[in-house]
């Protein structure tokens, strides 16, 4: 005990200064857009934000993320009931599918629409494609949360004399309305934050028009005006969701593991109801696979540049290794401290961490283009900028893989170090570290496929000469050359398809199926 003092004490302020200069760095493209305000002076970013153009683009954001978000809740709360508590043919098999198209990056799937369809544009466009590419964000976590219900609430419910929709109505869905709602979340900042999905079928958002503001004519004080009314979008969006899920809590009944829930019969329905994991697959899946394998047969071999495709796909796997390894190591302090040392200091900390991780990828890219360029000129378009972009944006994937494997590990072995001598940096890697180790590594994992499907950030920060396999897939579309770009889509598919089955396998092992 004489020795677990001072380690304690040391240790801690050592981790919650770090944590806080982290937290700090990950604040700046928030502060950025305040500051930039500040500067511009109200009557000049009046002019600029109340003008009919950013009237429009609300308009758009709006009917866009209305429609949206919750078409993309009732399908994938409707899919994972079906595929997790009713008995659905093949369940399992449709499970898989629904969650396969988190591999295909979001403008993928537009790349893939345009060339079956090549006049589908607009709002229309944008709410179908966008359903399609983001309801597995809602299916994952929902069908996560429906494995972990106890069976007894719907029993009793059942007991009662309630029908099976009055149970699922009164009982089951009161209990998913935090995954409901996280996942919501999720797919609106997404939603805010898109460039290539919107750009391809001609759709205007407020990142597509700050994105078209800064390659066009570099206007900054523009484009930071329509920064600002898209972080308060996001801010809004935040505090609606907030709001929707109050104070309440949800908790199994009873000690143990809960027994394994009866699906409901459909009956009838069984199989009409195959329609619908069909039809979401064949459009999610189904429309990918054709356009790709009809490009890929129509440009033939001349289409497989190796020495472009290799070159590509090296400096994807280096961004994305270094960004990875970054983004993991800067989330460790706040991890290790929100296991550890839990309160509610550790608590503002992380959830500054989640705020700056709400910003979308072009805020952030702008902040660092005008901070760098103001203040640190070596740095613009530098490795260390675009590395620093990655860790505000994919904080929250690796916090998330390193708490609940630091959770796991015996505070005990890192005071036992700490008693031999060690100083708490090296108590701290010699025992929680190595053996957060398979955390650690699904963080740079998780990370990493953010990362290697970002666009807007890297076009935006990227050194000169830097070509990813999403930057050469952007400007071979672009000049409309879509067979050109057919190798550099099947690629990104092909490297996230093993994250995105470890997600799937994760959430399994979860519920311990």
């Known amino acids: 005990m004489l020795v677990s003092r001072p380690w304690f004490l040391a240790g801690t302020r050592g981790t919650y200064l770090i944590a806080i200069v982290i937290a700090l760095f990950a604040l700046m493209p928030l502060g950025f ?76 799937h537009s790349y893939a629409w345009i060339g079956l369809w090549p006049g589908f544009h607009g709002l229309p466009a944008g709410i179908a494609i966008s359903v399609t590419a983001y309801f597995p964000f809602l299916y994952l976590p929902i069908s996560a949360a429906l494995r972990l219900l106890d069976p007894a609430l719907e029993d009793q419910a059942a007991s009662l004399g309630l029908s099976d929709a009055a149970v699922f109505r009164r009982v089951v869905l009161p209990q998913l309305r935090l995954s409901i709602l996280g996942g919501g979340l999720l797919v609106g900042l997404h939603l805010l934050a898109e460039y290539g999905l919107y750009a391809m079928i001609r759709f205007d958002t407020f990142t597509t028009a700050i994105v078209d503001q800064f390659q066009s004519t570099y206007n900054g004080v523009a484009a930071n005006m329509l920064a600002l009314v898209l972080v308060l979008c996001c801010l809004v969006l935040l505090a609606v969701d907030a709001g929707l899920r109050g104070r309440r809590r949800y908790a199994r009944i009873g000690p143990g593991v809960a027994r394994q829930v009866r699906r409901t019969s459909l009956g009838a329905w069984r199989y009409p109801c195959l329609l619908l994991p069909i039809a979401a697959v064949f459009f999610a899946l189904g429309v990918p696979a054709l356009t790709l394998s009809r490009w890929l047969v129509a440009g033939g071999a001349a289409i497989w540049r190796m020495d472009e495709i290799g070159l590509a796909l090296g400096q994807t796997l280096v961004i994305c290794l270094v960004g990875g390894l970054a983004t993991t190591a800067a989330a460790l302090p706040i991890a290790w401290l929100s296991v550890r040392r839990p309160s509610r200091r550790s608590r503002v900390i992380e959830g500054c961490y989640y705020l700056a991780s709400s910003m ?82 699904a963080g740079v994992a998780l990370s990493s496929l953010g990362i290697m499907n970002e666009l807007t950030a890297t076009q935006m920060l990227a050194p000169n000469g830097t070509r990813t396999l999403a930057m050469a897939f952007w400007a071979l579309t672009s000049e409309i050359d879509y067979a050109g770009a057919a190798p550099y889509a099947l690629l990104m598919i092909l490297f996230s398809l093993p994250m995105t089955a470890l997600l799937h396998h994760q959430s399994k092992k979860i519920a311990g199926r």
């Open 360 to 441: 979308p990828g072009v805020v952030v890219a702008l902040a660092l283009v005008t901070i760098t360029v103001r203040v640190a000129l070596p740095l613009y378009q530098t490795v260390a900028t675009i590395v620093i972009a990655y860790m505000i944006m994919f904080l929250p994937r690796a916090l998330i893989s390193l708490r609940a494997s630091i959770a796991q590990v015996p505070a005990e072995l890192e005071q036992a170090a700490a008693s031999l001598g060690r100083s708490p940096a090296r108590a701290l890697w010699a025992t929680t570290v190595r053996l957060a180790a398979p955390g650690a590594a």
């Open 33 to 108: 857009v305040f500051w930039a305000t500040a500067v511009t002076g109200w009557e000049t970013a009046s002019q600029l934000i109340f003008r009919p153009r950013v009237g429009e683009l609300m308009g758009n954001t709006l009917l866009l993320v209305i429609v949206t978000v919750p078409v993309t809740m009732i399908l994938a709360t409707v899919l994972a009931w079906l595929t997790e508590r009713s008995d659905l043919p093949f369940a399992r098999f449709w499970s898989v599918l629904c969650v396969a198209p988190l591999a295909i990056p979001a403008f993928v």
